[in-house]
């Protein structure tokens, strides 16, 4: 056992040793593929994607395509600009409540009712500084559209079994995409029309840059270290090229009249012109708005994610063996490498992981060592679990300056 220690930690050292600074990754994401593209006749000149039901084939509907992603964390990237680029990161760090929640949300994995109230109450008139000397003052948060996203690393199901429903059970989101058409459902219907005149937007068809008023999505990263949240830089999208409406059926998770029964968001087909960003290692302190009407977005799988499964499935096949009074299953002697770009973050997870597996306790051990070693063991597979929230917010975009940043009591 000491020897296959040894080679483990040996192995592991040399994949998680001091590199240069992981700028940027290649990673797959999901588009539209050009054959289920047709006309869209209730609009001028723009391209539909075809809707087919919920259990036809990904590989029928969408494809993937390699695509460069900057981590914005890295020195020498651009700030993001929710008005230039069409997403930013906010600072949720000051509130001591907020915080104590979230970390309560992501150990549990789930959102109940009352904690989504509770999260509404904690953001609801907060302002948050942007660049450019603006700032965005939340008005309110939509009751529709509060979910809680897992997703284990390289795809794994962490919970087959789990089902979905409106906040709780939604896997990453394998598809780039964009929220809401402004002139689509349900605002259509909630606005009677008049959405394209009161929100700010950029869409193939029209604009209006006018209004302070915007319909933007937060999203919180509860922990995002694999499958993380990839947002493109919307001046590098040719829209009408590019961005196709497509009606997403809503049936299996919301519960909504016929004339609503469909989301209409925008699909997106792949040009290399497309940039693309990331960020590797953003917590509960910090989060993501960006433009709910037409911001691509999606989730990627990151260089040695694969490798975090493996021992994600060694460590739990450990755990089970361990809980039910087996002998332990020794760690490989045979170890998989760590692509040279795989994240900071992600390396260090599975170093932990990989010295776990290489420590299981064997022969007969006491049960407050296995009861240490399992608490350990599930604490460091968890941490290779994307958990995120989001909402759907209505909100002020202000110069930054008093009385607009002036915050809304409760």
């Not at 209505?394 to 002036?406: D, H, M, S």
Request: proline share 7%.
């Amino acid at each position: 056992m000491d020897v296959v220690k040894d080679v483990v930690k040996d192995s592991v050292m040399d994949s998680v040793s001091e590199q240069d600074v992981v700028t940027s990754v290649e990673v797959n994401l999901g588009f539209s593929m050009p054959g289920e593209v047709i006309d869209d006749h209730e609009s001028r000149g723009l391209k539909r994607a075809i809707t087919r039901p919920a259990d036809y084939s990904f590989d029928q509907r969408f494809e993937y395509r390699r695509c460069q992603i900057r981590d914005w964390s890295a020195p020498g990237q651009p700030r993001p600009s929710f008005r230039a680029m069409g997403f930013e990161a906010i600072d949720l760090g000051g509130s001591e409540p907020l915080q104590s929640l979230l970390a309560q949300i992501r150990q549990a994995g789930e959102i109940t009712p009352a904690q989504a109230s509770q999260l509404r109450r904690h953001l609801r008139g907060c302002v948050f500084p942007l660049s450019e000397g603006k700032c965005l003052k939340v008005l309110h948060i939509a009751p529709e559209g509060l979910i809680m996203r897992t997703g284990g690393p390289n795809g794994l199901k962490v919970d087959p079994d789990a089902r979905m429903s409106g906040m709780n059970g939604h896997d990453a989101a394998l598809v780039v995409h964009g929220d809401q058409d402004v002139r689509g459902t349900p605002l259509k219907q909630i606005m009677r029309g008049f959405a394209p005149w009161m929100f700010r937007h950029e869409t193939p068809d029209g604009s209006n840059r006018i209004s302070p008023l915007v319909l933007a999505n937060l999203w919180i990263p509860l922990q995002q270290i694999t499958r993380p949240l990839t947002l493109m830089d919307r001046r590098t999208l040719h829209a009408r090229e590019h961005q196709l409406r497509y009606a997403l059926p809503t049936d299996s998770f919301l519960d909504r009249t016929e004339e609503m029964r469909v989301n209409d968001i925008w699909a997106l087909l792949h040009d290399d012109a497309q940039q693309w960003y990331f960020h590797s290692s953003m917590g509960h302190d910090r989060a993501y708005v960006f433009d709910t009407l037409g911001e691509p977005h999606g989730s990627c799988i990151l260089p040695g994610e694969d490798v975090a499964e493996h021992y994600y499935r060694l460590l739990q096949r450990q755990c089970r063996q361990l809980s039910s009074g087996e002998v332990a299953e020794c760690a490989d002697m045979e170890l998989p490498l760590l692509p040279t770009t795989t994240t900071a973050p992600l390396r260090q997870a599975i170093a932990t992981m990989t010295a776990l597996a290489a420590s299981v306790p064997l022969d007969k051990p006491a049960k407050a060592a296995v009861d240490d070693w399992l608490a350990r063991a599930h604490g460091a597979m968890d941490s290779v679990v994307r958990k995120s929230l989001e909402m759907r917010v209505v909100a002020l975009l202000l110069p930054n300056i008093w009385p607009f940043n002036r915050a809304v009591g409760p």
